[in-house]
């Protein structure tokens, strides 16, 4: 049995500097994902096409994004963190301009999933980052806190997206986050330390790219052999999926008695904020619940929160049952992974990888899952995301129970 790593000779990076930035950059990366649904009017119409057309927009970053997960994964594990991180925001500096200079739907699909491909740079590495860096009594912390700014992304990103809009126009938009992935770039290459000096190269460093794939890749097998792993993965497509699809949901149908009116949508989609910065200072009480009965009934909760929203009660009604979905939602995703790395054995950076892939899968799939109900009103729209949601949970559920239930279903 080999030792255990010599920690005391270890010098970890300063949390509260470490974290803050990372999370910071988290908000801006993963908020390309949802820039769009604000203005996604105004870009059917300068393109020419239908807003649900437009729709295609998030569900073109989104599977770009979460398929660069795979291949940026490796990438880190052979070239650095630090180099993987700045190095992407640096690409995605030039992919955003060339969606703010796309002139139509086509070039602007195109654009975006470049976009995805470029972005999809940080979080692999940004994980990996965190959970060597930082001292173990504030890794989870750390990484419940950039969980969580990746679905506070989803909220924050709209706000600004939507106040930059109005103001300047679409483009803008993407003008304005290309000039913030300069000052993230900057701020992530001071900010990071470089990797740790070792007598040798790892095995991956030291290997040909096309092994370190392979050495990389072949857990992935594995993990997709296991039934009770799987259930779970499908779990997650409904973590993001919900969140997205019921936010296109109010773009494209907006609940009765919020109507279409700018200022009533930005206070609705503000109206979830609380729920983004309460979910991280609850970590730690959270966390002595099992992670899959958090994901369970954190989904559960989603789902009735959103079918809720369906009641035309009213403005306010709709945002107080929106912060509790976007709460549940915000308390089920840091759990999923933990449910996930608890049964992934050795094999946790693959099984992250999956599970941030399915994540963003997910997210591609809500914009096209609230536009086949859009033409029917919000309320159509928020039941099928709430079935949506429900159907994540009894998915988490059958993960949970005995392997009889399990092989019955793979």
């Not at 010098?11 to 649904?37: D, E, K």
């Not at 890794?139 to 709209?158: E, N």
């Not at 103001?167 to 993407?174: E, K």
């Not at 963003?360 to 949601?389: D, H, K, R």
């Amino acid at each position: 049995m080999s030792s255990p790593p010599d920690t005391e000779q270890q010098v970890w990076a300063p949390a509260g500097r470490t974290v803050g930035a990372v999370c910071a950059v988290g908000i801006l990366v993963v908020g390309q994902l949802y820039v769009v649904l604000p203005v996604l009017n105004r870009l059917a119409l300068d393109w020419d096409t239908a807003k649900s057309a437009a729709t295609w927009t998030t569900t073109a970053f989104g599977l770009a994004y979460g398929a660069g997960f795979l291949v940026t994964g490796p990438l880190s594990d052979r070239w650095g963190r630090r180099p993987v991180i700045v190095g992407g925001l640096i690409a995605t500096v030039l992919s955003s301009l060339i969606v703010a200079l796309a002139p139509g739907l086509g070039t602007g699909l195109a654009a975006r999933i470049l976009q995805g491909l470029t972005a999809s740079f940080f979080a692999p590495a940004a994980f990996a980052y965190l959970s060597e860096r930082i001292a173990p009594e504030r890794r989870i912390f750390a990484l419940t806190c950039l969980t969580s700014s990746f679905l506070a992304a989803g909220v924050v990103a709209q706000v600004l997206a939507q106040l930059i809009g109005n103001a300047w126009g679409w483009h803008a938009i993407f003008i304005a986050g290309a000039l913030a992935f300069v000052v993230s770039a900057v701020v992530l290459q001071v900010v990071l330390e470089g990797e740790a000096k070792a007598e040798g190269k790892t095995t991956a460093q030291s290997a040909g790219f096309g092994e370190t794939l392979r050495t990389v890749f072949a857990p992935f097998a594995a993990l997709l052999r296991q039934g009770r792993l799987v259930l779970l993965y499908l779990s997650c497509l409904a973590v993001l999926g919900s969140f997205v699809g019921l936010y296109t949901g109010i773009q494209l149908a907006p609940p009765e008695g919020v109507g279409s009116s700018n200022g009533a949508l930005l206070a609705l989609r503000a109206s979830a904020i609380p729920a983004m910065i309460a979910v991280p200072l609850l970590a730690g009480r959270l966390g002595v619940i099992a992670p899959h009965t958090r994901v369970i009934v954190a989904l559960g909760i989603a789902g009735i929160a959103a079918a809720v929203t369906a009641i035309p009660f009213g403005g306010v009604w709709v945002a107080v049952w929106l912060l509790v979905f976007v709460a549940a939602i915000a308390v089920a995703a840091p759990a999923a992974v933990q449910a996930i790395a608890a049964q992934a054995g050795a094999a946790r950076g693959a099984a992250t990888a999956l599970y941030t892939f399915a994540l963003f899968v997910g997210a591609s799939a809500g914009p096209q899952v609230a536009n086949l109900f859009a033409y029917s009103g919000y309320s159509a729209v928020a039941l099928a995301i709430a079935g949506f949601t429900l159907a994540g949970a009894a998915l988490a559920y059958a993960s949970a129970r005995g392997r009889g239930v399990i092989t019955t279903l793979v």
